[in-house]
């Protein structure tokens, strides 16, 4: 992130602001008294801790997934967290939607011949356009992922905690609905936090409700998924496929299951992010909520550090 | 093809028919003195030839692309030859938008990373909303891409022999304006037949007027690309990647350079088939051609075996 970046960003803020820019614990100290909204990336948060900002009000945060800062207590009283989420929704959900037109056309499958230098006759797979896609986690990506396959002629069920209407979204049904839409799903798409209420939300049980052909993308975090049941499943032929772009442990090692898991397509967790638009996208969504809160209107970023997601989300 | 996929087309057809179905020479001799339209895969065609029906009007073929029947001197006189223009068109645009996604997403690299068990850091990829697309070829499947594409917010241009504007199309260019278009094209799509006018229509010198950034995808035939061209500036850089379901001699050999080549897919001559659909949607184009020719308009499938295309492409 640069200054270029944020004179960017900051043409449309609407209240006065110093900048300062710092990459070590250093730079931080030597201005941190007056310091009254940080923005970090959750790996270089760490090392500022204890905040010792008497001005401090806001800690905005450069991902969308924050779940490694949790438990959440060294957040000083008073202060709000704000998360990204926003800043990975097109290239998110343009990862989504690569990912189940591969599982239409059994990429996975076709990747492993071409390390084998094999010709496959006949593997045509099958068209996208009328399916069935279910987003399990309907924030900025899962949102956009609904717009994004819609346009594609799908038909998208969207599943979260609050439930509302989306636009794009044939229906939008709780957690406590989940489990009567897996059986008629073709394609399922997890673009969840990981917190206590979707900790291996997808568990065996779950993945058992859908159907044989069905296809999983994961882009949220890994242990929302049974990691183990997947790989069985997908294995022994009982799910379609699979793209994952998040693990239970990453980096993951050279000798992981995951690589060798049959119709599993594997990513290094890069669904997300795009270097080339991610910090003038962060700086945008921090202009937006800063701006919100100077018209004293609730900031659409704020993080709801008890549950473990965006307070509206 | 079944008795059933023919009646559910067929519930459209406006004028009488009398069907009969046949899996060899035999059964085709045994009812050729009365067929007036003959429905013939192009391998099925070849052992049917010459073509002995004096009632012949109309020979139908299974296929968009048609070029392994040149020269097309089998053809009786006044017989209308049709292809399949438009059974393709969905599945083949789907997978046009895939394969432009695992391009922006460096699928190809992180197959072979995958088979590797190599995890790859800070692999991010770009987001694909805002590239340039260009597609040569504005065919069915070509026409179809482009819509796909434009809804997710890429601008596209196309190219064909007749240009005429497209609803999805920034601009519509003839093949004259082709070099023109490449050096401010992200991804060119090819969704060509093979003729005369598009043997190795993009040849060494077409390429090297593309970025380096540039992608390329082809699903039409190999040949409309000089392919070891496109091999050497994938190996050396001068290329971002390529998505290949098209080759010039298919199946490729174990030995073939296209396995190893990098940055580049390969998939098995798979793109435009769905075999869950394709039968039911040749036989109604067939039927929207029947109905158009009993109505005295011109059949829209009709091909022009002079230059190797349909007639009105």
Redesign the interface.
């Known amino acids: 992130m640069t200054q270029a970046d944020w004179q960017a960003a900051s043409a449309a803020l609407q209240v006065p602001c110093v900048l300062s820019i710092g990459s070590s614990v250093e730079d931080y100290r030597a201005v941190a008294a007056a310091v009254d909204v940080l923005v970090a990336s959750p790996l270089g948060l760490w090392d500022l801790l204890p905040l010792e900002s008497p001005a401090l009000k806001i800690v905005s945060l450069t991902w969308a997934g924050i779940d490694r800062l949790a438990p959440f207590d060294w957040v000083p009283p008073g202060i709000t967290l704000l998360n990204a989420s926003g800043a990975h929704a097109?290239?998110g959900a343009?990862?989504v939607?690569?990912a189940l037109?591969?599982l239409?056309?059994?990429?996975p499958a076709?990747?492993?011949?071409?390390?084998g230098?094999?010709?496959?006759?006949?593997?045509?797979?099958?068209?996208?356009?009328g399916s069935h896609l279910t987003v399990i986690g309907l924030g900025a990506i899962g949102g956009r992922t609904a717009t994004?396959a819609r346009?594609?002629?799908l038909s998208v069920t969207g599943v979260r905690a609050n439930p509302r209407p989306h636009p794009d979204c044939a229906r939008v049904v709780g957690l406590d609905g989940l489990d009567a839409v897996l059986p008629g799903t073709d394609f399922v798409a997890l673009a969840l936090p990981f917190n206590a209420g979707t900790d291996r939300l997808l568990d065996a049980r779950r993945l058992d409700l859908l159907p044989r052909h069905a296809g999983l993308v994961n882009i949220g975090r890994g242990r929302t998924v049974d990691e183990n049941a997947l790989f069985d499943r997908l294995d022994a032929g009982r799910l379609g496929g699979a793209v994952l772009d998040v693990f239970e442990d990453?980096?993951?090692g050279?000798?992981?299951r995951a690589?060798?898991t049959r119709n599993l397509?594997?990513?290094?967790h890069?669904?997300a992010?795009?270097?080339?638009?991610v910090s003038s996208s962060i700086l945008s969504i921090l202009v937006d909520n800063l701006n919100a809160h100077a018209r004293g209107l609730p900031m659409p970023n704020e993080f709801d550090t008890a549950r473990g997601s965006r307070a509206r989300a």
């Open positions: 097109q290239k343009e990862y939607v690569m037109l591969m239409a056309n059994r990429v076709l990747a492993v011949a071409q390390a230098h094999r010709w496959v006759d006949g593997a045509f797979g099958r068209t996208l356009a994004l346009a594609l002629g990453e980096p993951l050279v000798d992981h690589w060798r397509f594997v990513t290094p890069m669904s992010d795009d270097p080339s638009t």
